[in-house]
């Protein structure tokens, strides 16, 4: 239990955090109220792949609370290989975009701003799996398809596929900006099929998308390059990239701010807006023979661009159950030094849609503690 002196101190540190992040925002044509976005949560939910009316209501609630940008929950490109788990919804086809324009008209009247998050799920995926049975797992190399359990090996790319799926990427792109959505966001991160081209481990290639630290981000450039080609120079695209993976919490894409720079660099040149950097713990540093600075600031060193910086925000254990909700001071000395633009809030918001509101009258310690049995209703 905490004591009456410490719940008055974390409130005046909040107030003062949350003047921060209300401060609207401009990014190029994006034009938010404030500082605090939905970070993507699968939820599994869609059933068919198509998003119905209770993932409007779940996406417009956080609006309806203030919270200036959703990012959709990962959505599946229109290319056989991408899904791995049921019930995650489609960014392809008649039926989901449908789905998605009604969700996009929703956050909308809510207030909101809304990009969906596209994804393929590369060697998380195994031949048994719906919605595309038959269809083996694919991946820059041949891998042995252990980040499922399942004893399948993933199928190395062919360079047809790459640019098959680098296709599906750009319509997906191309029907956001249709649907009016306000940008899009690709999932570099986490140990899917993109982060699998950047990562040396999985990344064996000997071909053009294979070699050196900045020779495997071609994939992930052609991906943008393709997409900024269908949307044009104005409409944002986010880039969501980590260091750690599923399989590997300890993995690195670089062990240093110059050899990360060399993933992030060619991002920049191929047209990304916004560069999103997952960590699951968002206040420690980047590198630590290189000081405090965390890792969302070095990602705005080096690239120049806005930063969306995500990981156990508004939990009072990072990445577990939060027994009750947390104070914003691990936020506080990377948000004076400017090290992110955007906070994008996962857990936190799944398990109480008024949290920002909250945070903006300052009563960010009045937040319901995250649960996992919350995961088993769309609220």
């Known amino acids: 239990m905490k ?50 009316e209770k993932v409007s ?3 417009s609630r956080r609006a309806l609370n203030q919270v200036g940008l959703i990012i959709t929950e990962a959505t599946y490109i229109g290319h056989p290989t991408a899904p791995s788990y049921e019930g ?61 359990g399942h004893p399948e090996a993933t199928r190395a790319m062919t360079e047809t596929e790459i640019l098959e799926v680098i296709e599906s990427y750009a319509e997906a792109a191309d029907a956001a900006q249709r649907l009016g959505f306000d940008g899009v966001e690709i999932h570099g991160a986490h140990g899917y099929l993109i982060d699998e081209f950047f990562w040396a481990t999985s990344n064996r290639r000997t071909d053009r998308y294979g070699g050196s630290r900045r020779e495997r981000t071609r994939f992930a450039v052609e991906v943008i390059e393709a997409m900024r080609s269908r949307v ?18 300890k993995a690195v894409l670089g062990e240093t701010p110059g050899e990360l720079a060399e993933v992030l660099e060619p991002l920049v040149d191929a047209g990304v807006s916004i560069m999103h950097c997952s960590t699951r713990r ?60 955007i906070l994008a809030v996962g857990r936190a918001l799944l398990a109480d849609p008024a949290w920002a509101l909250k945070v903006r009258q300052g009563r960010a310690h009045e937040g319901v503690g995250y649960a996992k049995e919350q995961l088993k209703s769309l609220f």
Not at 232 to 249: A, E, L, M, T, V
């Open 3 to 52: 004591s009456v002196a410490t719940v008055c101190a974390e409130k005046t540190s909040d107030r003062l955090i949350a003047d921060k992040l209300f401060q609207p925002i401009k990014i190029g044509p994006l034009e938010l109220a404030n500082r605090i976005a939905m970070a993507p949560m699968s939820r599994y939910f869609c059933a068919d792949g198509v998003p119905h």
């Open 57 to 59: 209501a779940y996406y």
């Open 88 to 148: 995650v919804p489609f960014f392809a086809g008649e039926a989901a975009l449908a789905g998605w324009a009604k969700v996009r008209t929703a956050v909308h009247a809510a207030g909101g701003k809304i990009f969906p998050q596209l994804w393929h799920t590369g060697s998380f995926r195994n031949s048994a799996m719906a919605p595309q049975p038959g269809v083996p797992g694919v991946g820059p190399s041949e891998n042995t398809n252990a980040f499922t």
């Open 232 to 249: 044009g120079p104005d409409f944002p695209i986010s880039f969501r990239y980590s260091q750690w993976k599923q399989q590997d919490y």
């Open 282 to 341: 968002i206040w420690e540093p980047g590198f630590a023979a290189e000081g405090d600075v965390t890792l969302a600031g070095w990602t705005k060193k080096i690239t120049g661009l806005p930063v969306i910086a995500v990981g156990g925000v508004g939990l009072d254990r990072p990445g577990l159950n939060a027994a009750e909700a947390a104070s914003l001071d691990v936020i506080q000395k990377p948000l004076e030094r400017n090290e992110f633009d």
